[in-house]
């Protein structure tokens, strides 16, 4: 996802290019075009002067310069308006393409999110059975103690019956020996 996010933020950034050029191309088409009607507006008038008759000769010399430049800056609007159809061509493919990332990107957003909640119930389950061993082997445990505690009072009681049982049959030696 992050791989694919740094490749959203280099289209974004490019697109952002592509658009801050469109619109530096317009500014420039548009500088163009008022230097364009400029000239034809010269143009005109040079055209009219030169329909009066007899211009003199330099006229018609600065009306063949004039249009030269005319047709220069014709040619160089014409140029800047294919640039900028090239750059707006290239901003549609740009959004387009972050668009179909955009896309994958939720895409994988909502896959990650299914295995996130897939893997938390998982571990719910786990963490549940892992306190149902716990509480079995606590119980286990007690009962341990409890046999253990059980036996250790029935050795402690059979040794005291042993010691009664002992003391008697000492006790009945003694009297068995001395009635010898």
Known sequence: LRG????IKELE???AQFRTRCEKLQQEL???NDSIAVLTAENKALKSAAAAPAPPPS???ALQHLNRQLDEQLHKALLLEQDLA?????????AQRLSSLESLLAEQRAEHARLMGE???GCA????ELEAVRAEAKVAVQ???LAERVAQRRVEAEQEILKVAQSQLEEVRSQGSNLK
């Open 59 to 61: 006229t018609s010399s």
């Open 13 to 15: 950034d490019e697109l």
């Open 143 to 145: 009962r341990a103690e």
């Open 119 to 121: 893997e938390q119930a």
């Open 30 to 32: 548009l500088t163009k």
């Open 86 to 94: 090239a750059a707006r061509q290239r901003e549609a493919v740009s």
């Open 125 to 128: 389950k786990l963490r549940a």
């Open 4 to 7: 694919r996010g740094g490749k």
